[in-house]
């Protein structure tokens, strides 16, 4: 949880990023389940938390722990924020986008080796007070 609720803090500096993913995901990571595209190494995974950012511009992040032993860690992640880029289909409509999964991290010797989203939703509200709602695509099973 402390590494996702790092990753996501405004101030963090690309460098102390950078540093923080190496010391916590292995060179080999396998991603599953998330939306666009799934990371492979820690730079692609990099690349999808710019994108994330990129999405929800300015965004409230919430993070609950579901689960947790020596190998598996179990979270509920909440995204939202101004919708600013294509996220899932969905083209930018300056609403209010807002994004739950459950997130399966598994771990090897300390590190986070594979990361696994399931039970995905999204809701969208717009400026003109229409919404949307997506759920169920795409999941893959997070059972620990």
């Given amino acids: 949880m402390h590494f996702l609720a790092t990753l996501f803090q405004s101030q963090i500096t690309p ?6 993913l190496a010391q916590t995901l292995t060179e080999e990571l396998r991603c599953e389940g998330f939306p666009e595209f799934n990371p ?3 730079i692609e995974f990099s690349g999808f ?4 950012l990129d999405v929800f511009q300015q965004p409230d992040v919430k993070i609950e722990l579901l689960l947790t032993d020596n190998t598996k860690v179990l979270i509920h992640f909440q995204i939202q924020g101004n919708h600013h880029e294509e996220f899932m289909g969905l083209a930018p409509a300056n609403g209010l986008l807002l994004f739950n999964t459950n997130i399966l991290f598994k771990l090897q010797n300390n ?3 594979e990361i696994v989203m399931g039970d995905k939703k ?12 997506f759920t169920g695509f795409n999941n893959v099973s997070t059972s620990a």
């Fill in 111 to 113: 590190r986070i080796s």
């Fill in 122 to 133: 999204v809701t969208l509200t717009t400026n003109k007070g229409a919404i949307y709602k």
């Fill in 49 to 52: 938390l710019n994108y994330l």
């Fill in 15 to 20: 460098i102390t990023k950078s540093e923080l």
């Fill in 40 to 42: 492979q190494n820690p």
